[in-house]
């Protein structure tokens, strides 16, 4: 049906509704649909079904171990209400640029998995986010799994979040993850931004500045500058565009500063 909607939690479509801003014909409930709820560790990643919640996420012992990004990241978002209706499937196909998840799936290279009428597909969350609000989905097509690949050793990552006060969206997010060599020097970092341009984004000059290179101060604090340069947010409610672009600066470097820590 053209003019339909699928709905999980509701804490985006239902305000949308509300507000008049969408009104579809008819709103297929997903929770209606057994199975689309788990968390599950295999070789090598976490499985998440598309209905698992932000505080299931948040407070799963096997996110928290093997993906410490993800679970700051959904512990992050709005309050605990809106965090046990909201989910990871919601959130990540709502495309919101200040929303937290999809940083984060960018900074994890998360996979998601896919059903339509036709046969099912798999989209790398770098090919997912298309512009505000927009993704690869088709109209005839439903998120049912997010795959998140576990780090190897010596590495560590995080989320940061700037914001007006506890349960708002971002000014600005940050999710790193970085791996070290048996050198101590870089071997890969991803970065991805949340709040700064029409969809989350990677900030890939920036990682490469730091590939291959031992963690330093200055390094990092440049890896920062160059993520700033590479972001385009606007100015509105949260803050001047300028404004934006420091704390891109700032959140970039605590993120991989505290990345590094954790390895
Ligand atoms: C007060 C408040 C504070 C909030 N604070 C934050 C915050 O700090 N950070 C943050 O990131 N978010 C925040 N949010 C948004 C929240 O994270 C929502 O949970 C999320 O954006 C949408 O998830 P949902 O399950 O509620 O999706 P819904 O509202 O049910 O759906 C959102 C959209 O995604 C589509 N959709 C949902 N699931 C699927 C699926 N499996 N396949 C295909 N399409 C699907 C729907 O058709 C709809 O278009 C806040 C919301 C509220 C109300």
Known sequence: MDDSKVIAGGQSLVPLMKLRLFSPANVIDLG????????????????????????????????????????????????????????????????????????????????????????????VARHFFKDVFTTSLRKDEILTEVRVPILPPRSGGTYMKLERGAGDMAIVGVAATV???????????????????PTAIRATKAEDALKGKKPSEHLVAEAGEIASEASSPTSDIRGSAEYKREMVKVYVRRAITQSLSRI
Do not use: W
């Open 32 to 123: 209606r649909i057994p199975g689309l709820s788990y968390i599950r560790k295999t070789k090598g990643r976490l499985l998440i079904g598309s209905m698992t919640t932000h505080n299931e996420v948040a407070s799963s012992p096997i996110v928290n171990k093997s993906c410490e990004a993800l679970s700051e990241a959904a512990s992050l978002i709005g309050d605990q209400q809106v965090r046990n209706r909201g989910t990871i499937g919601g959130t990540v196909c709502h495309a919101d640029p200040v929303a937290d998840i999809p940083a984060v799936m960018l900074a994890l290279d998360a996979e998601f998995e896919i059903a339509g009428r036709s046969k099912g597909r798999t989209v």
């Open 179 to 197: 791996t070290l060599d048996k050198a101590g020097a870089f071997k890969d970092v991803r970065l991805g931004l949340a709040g700064v341009g």
